[in-house]
């Protein structure tokens, strides 16, 4: 569980980052990952497409939405009531309130979005409101879907729903599989 201000030696600074500079940054990511094999099975899952269906999943179901919906506000008060009062005053004064309090996990700005299945199980796994985009990833995990690919009905799907995004290209067709 991580704070949700990063102090960072000069040394090591990231570039500057929704309007922070200087060895404070806001850090909306609060569920971190330690188990490299978890978080390579979750990296396959992604690389087999798993966010975009995760998303289109959760945003078929009005009821899983509004649990995301839940969880992503939950996530925002949580991170915020984290804060020291000093802390919470200098986030005000920077104006990090909407990158702190006001975006839901790992700063995801909208419950309708799936963003990174990392930041998702992570929340799933260490806090107390959660999305089911969380509980589908373990789902998913149990069943070896990250080391499976999807049936092909899934494949062509994805393509199709995701061609106008492209500018009319498939995805086939931009990885020369088409």
Known sequence: ELYPLKRQPVE?????????????????????????????????????????????????????????????????????????????????????????????????????KVKCLHAQYAHFIGAAVVSPVGRWIGELLDDGMDSKEAPVEERVAAVVDDAPKLGGRDRAHKRGTG
Do not use: C, M, Y
């Open 12 to 112: 090591e600074r990231a570039p500057r980052r929704r309007g922070a500079s200087g060895p404070i940054q806001p850090w909306p990511t609060t569920f971190w990952f330690v188990d490299e094999s978890l978080s390579a099975r979750i990296a396959a899952l992604e690389a087999r497409g798993w966010v975009g269906r995760l998303e289109r999943r959760l945003n078929a179901d009005p009821h899983a939405l509004q649990e995301a919906e839940a969880a992503h506000r939950e996530a925002g008060t949580e991170r915020w009531a984290a804060l020291t009062e000093s802390d919470r005053q200098l986030a005000e004064e920077r104006g990090w309130q909407k990158a702190l309090r006001d975006v839901g996990i790992a700063g995801i700005k909208s419950a309708r």
